[in-house]
């Protein structure tokens, strides 16, 4: 279990969904991360839907930033309503 880092960019590496579904498992016991970008790494509503499950659980991630994936109002709505609970 990682204890030191704090920032992740993923830009640029098309992880996809299955990608974003893995990292969604690690956030789920993260302790430090809080910044992670996903410009560009071809996430969809699927891949956005698993991660704000693990945002729920999740409250060191401070900034997810998203610009530039296929994320439409659906995963916008779903990505707000985690944000919510992340405080």
């Known amino acids: 279990?990682?204890?030191t880092l704090q920032t992740i960019e993923l830009g640029w590496n098309s992880i996809g969904n299955?990608?974003?579904g893995k990292l969604a498992e690690a956030l789920k016991i993260n302790q430090t991360l809080q910044n992670i970008y996903?410009?560009?790494s071809s996430i969809s509503n699927e891949g956005v839907g698993k991660l704000t499950k693990a945002l729920k659980v999740d409250v060191t991630v401070r900034?997810?930033?998203f610009h530039q994936n296929?994320?439409?109002s659906e995963g916008a709505?779903?990505?707000a309503e985690a944000l919510k609970v992340n405080q």
């Open 1 to 3: 279990v990682n204890h």
């Open 18 to 20: 299955k990608g974003a």
């Open 38 to 40: 996903f410009e560009w």
């Open 63 to 65: 900034t997810a930033y």
């Open 70 to 72: 296929s994320i439409g």
């Open 77 to 79: 709505r779903t990505l």
